[in-house]
């Protein structure tokens, strides 16, 4: 005879459900995050400008504060430290691109000082960080 329970047998399948729900949390983590981890040390107000390009992500990513302060790749750094870091990286690629955020707020001459270091460690091709704007009507 039945008593009147369901026949209960031991679940031998992996439920991957819930194991989905948290890799999309870290991802959605991961993706917000990220814009925080790719600045520099400190914020840069970019300069504006309606034609740009998109610079992409590059090993050489220079950061120029208002005050003239400098980061290397996210870390404060200095015109020597930069110069020792990007020796290695143009070894292994000599056509890298280097990519210079200067504050809207930085004198021109500190800006070539830093261009001048890195074209010194072998850096030939650079890129401006800008902020993009919408382009004017033509009339």
Do not use: W
């Amino acid at each position: 005879m039945h008593s009147g329970e369901p026949d209960r047998r031991m679940i031998t399948e992996i439920n991957v459900t819930p194991m989905v729900d948290i890799m999309l949390v870290l991802l959605i983590i991961f993706m917000v995050t990220a814009s925080y981890i790719t600045r520099g040390a400190f914020d840069v107000n970019l300069p504006s400008a309606a034609n740009s390009s998109d610079v992409g992500d590059s090993p050489i990513q220079i950061s120029i504060s208002a005050g003239g302060e400098l980061s290397f790749n996210g870390q404060r750094s200095d015109i020597a430290g930069i110069s020792q870091a990007v020796a290695p990286i143009i070894r292994d690629n000599p056509d890298v691109q280097a990519v210079v955020d200067g504050d809207r707020g930085v004198e021109y001459g500190r800006v070539m000082e830093v261009i001048d270091a890195l074209k010194t460690a072998g850096v030939r091709n650079f890129a401006a960080a800008v902020e993009r704007v919408p382009a004017p009507a033509s009339p």
